[in-house]
């Protein structure tokens, strides 16, 4: 290894990987705009951060990851004491005839005997005492960061039988999914060889560094719940590689790889390098260039000093008072409010998106509650709309995101006719396929049908678009929040099914009108609120049936998963976000976040949204057939205030709706190719895909990319 400086810059890093990989690979290093599998792996090792990849590289401490993901049966059994601080720990006298040695803080720095009457141990001494030194940690090699920060222990480990010959399964994980798995063979002739192999196992035309073999490898049998293993194993990382070994017909891992080969060993043909490339979506957010201090003494001192002036800063707050420490959180959640907007603010629009015929249709929810209305006027005051709540919004927590403010469409008013026309052009141009107007009738009472009016008048605006059934009572919750008082009841009247249909069947057979299978899609919120459905359903199915020879798409909103609305006459169920969610798995106690507090007395609760995007329970986990659905954001604390039922995600942002949305994209289709988001335009409860003032046009473009993304 060659001597590097005490202080190593990020120019210094970035300047040893390009020589690296400019030696190693047959094509310029691009950084600024990588394309490749191995240019990627580069950017990942200069630029993305993550403690758990810390914890997966260190070769003791990823086993307690493990167990917790997949259990304790895949770990191969530690031997002797099993995890030494020092080489002078070692008592050699301890370990059986066979065992495995290996540095915690290396990779290839192992100590492999089949037979301990043969070891020099000396030697083996010598050699562990110089993987131990800081200086030959692994990280100094190649800059690969998981490995920077791992403290130099030795395992050891059982020695496994055969294993010069022992298939070695390297499954290539990206954003949670296996995608390839390459074999490692005829390990004793001292002649390595790799084959790739996709998920259906067929043979890929392809080499990495290493020939192919010349002998057909089989399928292990093992094989489905090693793809399982990956997959828990993978889905916190946007790419690592999970090696696998077959045992005895059993499982057995093997370690976590996020830097495979260094990122310098060519493909051939290379063209498959950019195919495997595609795969690996990079985070997309812009890091913090930062010193790494080589010498451990001296990093120490620092770490000693930083919490040395907590402490004193600590101390000090304490005895300022509730005001000053007021004060000092909103200038934490100012600064974390800055970051987080510069990391993911996009300012342009890609508007790139044309439909192709395989696209998944995303049909977002509209609320059209942003113009006044008499009954609005009357029971909040004159001129009440959406925004009248929108701008009340006040951060409880740090890093609470409000109020959130309009970007490019301003506190528009949908009276205005090209407010309504913009808005389908960002949507068509993004990938949103449809608007699900929230429809509100209470017994032949409308309100707020003015923007369905004009979106029916206008039939040259070429946008599809349905209507959602709210039966519910309209109440005060509108505007400050209370539910118990009812301004208009759901009256749920005899003849209420038949006037309803009648209503709606001039919107149900616009031409551009959503369908399934040219029936047209009548979506209910909710199914727990709608009283005898056999009685509305069957009049509503009858009446197209007797006037239009026209079957319907009933969809009913599932706020409830123990019920399956196929039983209650329902076509179809679909997720409404959050509230599917908040009765299923209790995420708020499963993964809340432990909130630093602005307001001492915020009682509201939060859900990480990170950890629930990355939760293989989020999607498809239901009983019956659903339609999936996404949600870019939730904080209803704007119209809340915070109420006991203020709620959020914690910490969501455009690249986790995004990786959210790429993993829907891919799930399973359940008899259809709709996806809900929720919403277009819930400003007062922070879900929202037009364009922001703190993200600007992330989450439209995010969705755009993600559909294109997923042709591939």
Not at 80 to 104: R, W
Not at 351 to 358: F, I, S
Not at 370 to 395: A, M, Q
Not at 399 to 417: A, K, N, T
């Amino acid at each position: 290894m060659e001597e590097y400086p005490r202080f190593i810059t990020r120019k210094f890093r970035t300047e040893v990987v390009e020589r690296i990989f400019n030696e190693s690979i047959e094509y310029k290093l691009n950084l600024n705009n990588p394309k490749t599998f191995n240019e990627k792996i580069q950017w990942l090792k200069l630029n993305y951060r993550n403690s758990l990849m810390t914890t997966c590289s260190d070769k003791y401490a990823v086993r307690s990851f493990v167990e917790s993901k997949v259990g304790a049966d895949v770990l191969i059994e530690l031997v002797g004491k099993g995890v030494y601080e020092k080489v002078t720990e070692i008592d050699f006298e301890d370990l059986p005839d066979k065992f495995v040695l290996k540095t915690t803080n290396g990779s290839g720095t192992n100590i492999i005997c089949p037979d301990k009457s043969k070891l020099n141990i000396q030697d083996s001494i010598n050699k562990l005492n110089t993987w131990m030194e800081p200086r030959n940690a692994h990280y100094y090699k190649h800059f690969e960061w998981a490995y920077r920060d791992i403290k130099p222990r030795i395992v050891s480990e059982k020695f496994i039988d055969a294993m010069d010959d022992l298939m070695d399964y390297k499954f290539m994980c990206f954003n949670g999914e296996p995608e390839l798995v390459f074999v490692c063979s005829e390990r004793s002739t001292g002649n390595l060889k790799i084959d790739f192999y996709d998920m259906d196992w067929n043979h890929l035309p392809f080499e990495r560094y290493y020939p192919n073999s010349k002998n057909k490898i089989s399928k292990p049998k093992s094989f489905d719940r090693m793809v399982e293993i990956a997959r828990k194993l993978s889905k916190d990382f946007p790419f690592v590689r999970v090696d696998l070994y077959e045992v005895d017909g059993n499982v057995k891992f093997g370690e976590l790889t996020f830097y495979p080969g260094n990122g310098t060993e060519g493909f051939s043909p290379v063209e498959w390098d950019e195919k495997i490339g595609d795969l690996l979506i990079l985070p997309n957010r812009n890091q913090v260039p930062y010193v790494d201090i080589r010498i451990a003494p001296v990093r120490d001192i620092f770490r000693r000093y930083i919490q040395k002036a907590k402490s004193a800063l600590n101390k000090k707050l304490a005895l300022t008072g509730a005001r000053t420490r007021e004060n000092n959180a909103l200038s934490k959640h100012n600064a974390v409010i800055a970051a987080t907007n510069k990391q993911y603010y996009e300012g342009s629009f890609d508007g790139l998106y044309t439909r192709e015929k395989q696209d998944k249709k995303l049909l977002a929810f509209y609320l059209p509650q942003f113009h006044p209305i008499p009954i609005n006027d009357k029971s909040f005051g004159k001129g009440f709309t959406e925004w009248s709540n929108v701008v009340l919004g006040r951060p409880k927590y740090i890093g609470q995101l409000q109020p959130i403010l309009p970007g490019e469409l301003g506190f528009y008013d949908l009276r205005v006719d090209d407010v309504m026309k913009r808005q389908i052009d960002l949507a068509k141009q993004s990938g949103v396929y449809a608007f699900v107007y929230y429809y509100y009738w209470f017994s032949g009472q409308k309100v707020m049908d003015m923007p369905l009016n004009t979106m029916m008048k206008h039939k040259e605006w070429d946008f599809n678009f349905s209507i959602c059934w709210v039966n519910a009572n309209w109440t005060r919750r509108w505007g400050d929040g209370q539910a118990n008082e009812v301004i208009i009841a759901n009256k749920d009247l005899d003849e209420d099914p038949l006037n309803f249909i009648k209503d709606v069947e001039d919107i149900l057979n616009d031409s551009r009108y959503v369908t399934h299978e040219g029936a047209p899609m009548l979506t209910v919120y909710s199914i727990k609120n709608l009283k005898d459905t056999d009685r509305y359903i069957s009049v509503w199915r009858q009446y197209f049936r007797d006037k239009y020879n026209k079957e319907l798409y009933i969809v009913g909103l599932v706020e409830d998963d123990g019920a399956n609305p196929q039983e209650k006459g329902f076509d179809i169920g679909a997720e409404f976000i959050p509230m599917t969610l908040t009765y299923r798995h209790t995420f708020w106690r499963d993964n809340a976040k432990k909130l630093e507090l602005i307001d001492p007395n915020f009682s509201g609760y939060s859900v990480d949204y990170g950890k629930m995007v990355s939760d293989s329970r989020l999607i498809n986990y239901h009983e019956f057939p659903v339609i999936n659905a996404i949600s870019p954001a939730w904080d209803n604390e704007a119209r809340r205030r915070g109420q006991a039922d203020s709620f959020s995600f914690y910490g969501s942002n455009p690249y986790l709706y995004g990786k959210w949305l790429r993993r829907l994209l891919r799930a399973n289709d359940q008899g259809t190719d709709f996806i809900f988001i929720n919403a277009w335009n819930e400003w007062a409860e922070g879900a929202t895909m037009e364009p922001t003032s703190q993200y600007g046009y992330a989450v439209l473009n995010e969705t755009g990319r993600a559909i294109i993304e997923s042709r591939k």
